[in-house]
T-cell receptor, first 110, second 116 residues
Framework: GQQVMQIPQYQHVQEGEDFTTYCNSS?????IQWYKQRPGGHPVFLIQ?????EVKKQKRLTFQFGEAKKNSSLHITATQTTDVGTYFC??????????FGSGTKLNVKP | EAGVVQSPRYKIIEKKQPVAFWCNPI?????LYWYLQNLGQGPELLIR????????DSQLPKDRFSAERLKGVDSTLKIQPAELGDSAVYLC??????????????FGEGSRLTVL
């Protein structure tokens, strides 16, 4: 079946360092979404990428969708303690089915 | 506007007991999802509704799990009997289908189940 793999599982950084998480799908996706889940909270939507090779920025966050629409990345520049949480990608397959990655848990040391 | 509402937030039961979770999606959202989230893992789809129709329940363990979405609005997920391995957070999400909006999933706060 369709799978979305996400790495790394954990990332510990010093405040001010950069952070990147990667997602890879076994099949071509129609789009990919990214979510952030704070400790004890629920996933909250960050962004959606639809086009092949698409790049979107939100302040210090940069999202990319691969040319083959099978991989994606989220890069955070100069992390802050408010970035702490788990970041999930969710690839959209056929119809309205979303396949979530296992998430990357980010810890930022002040 | 109210978000996705779930209850109860926490439930502790003994194994073999039944349990039910309730979800009220955002008004007008015709697509409703139930996800299971284990600690340190991503959400795993249990069932998806388009209005009142369950269009994808392939991951729902039908021997003990059941769900319904009467009238295509709120939904209930039931487990009977519960097993130790069912301890997890049960997340409900809704989505506005169609061309408008980004198609994002709006999640509720989740129902954390502990089976003793």
């Amino acid at each position: 079946g369709q799978q979305v793999m996400q790495i790394p599982q954990y990332q510990h950084v010093q405040e001010g360092e950069d952070f990147t998480t990667y997602c890879n799908s076994s099949t071509t996706l129609s789009n990919i979404q990214w979510y952030k889940q704070r400790p004890g909270g629920h996933p909250v939507f960050l962004i959606q990428l639809v086009k092949s090779g698409e790049v979107k920025k939100q302040k210090r966050l940069t999202f990319q969708f691969g040319e083959a629409k099978k991989n994606s990345s989220l890069h955070i520049t100069a992390t802050q303690t408010t970035d702490v949480g788990t970041y999930f990608c969710a690839g959209r397959g056929n119809f309205n089915k979303f396949y979530f990655g296992s998430g990357t848990k980010l810890n930022v040391k002040p | 506007e109210a978000g996705v509402v779930q209850s109860p937030r926490y439930k502790i039961i003994e194994k073999k007991q039944p349990v039910a979770f309730w979800c009220n999606p955002i008004s007008g959202h015709n697509t409703l999802y139930w996800y299971l989230q284990n600690l340190g893992q991503g959400p795993e789809l249990l069932i998806r509704y388009e209005n009142e129709e369950a269009v994808d329940d392939s991951q729902l363990p039908k021997d003990r799990f059941s769900a319904e979405r009467l009238k295509g609005v709120d939904s209930t997920l039931k487990i009977q009997p519960a097993e130790l391995g069912d301890s997890a957070v049960y997340l409900c999400a809704s989505r506005l289908a169609g061309q408008s909006g980004s198609g994002e999933l709006f999640f509720g706060e989740g129902s954390r189940l502990t089976v003793l």
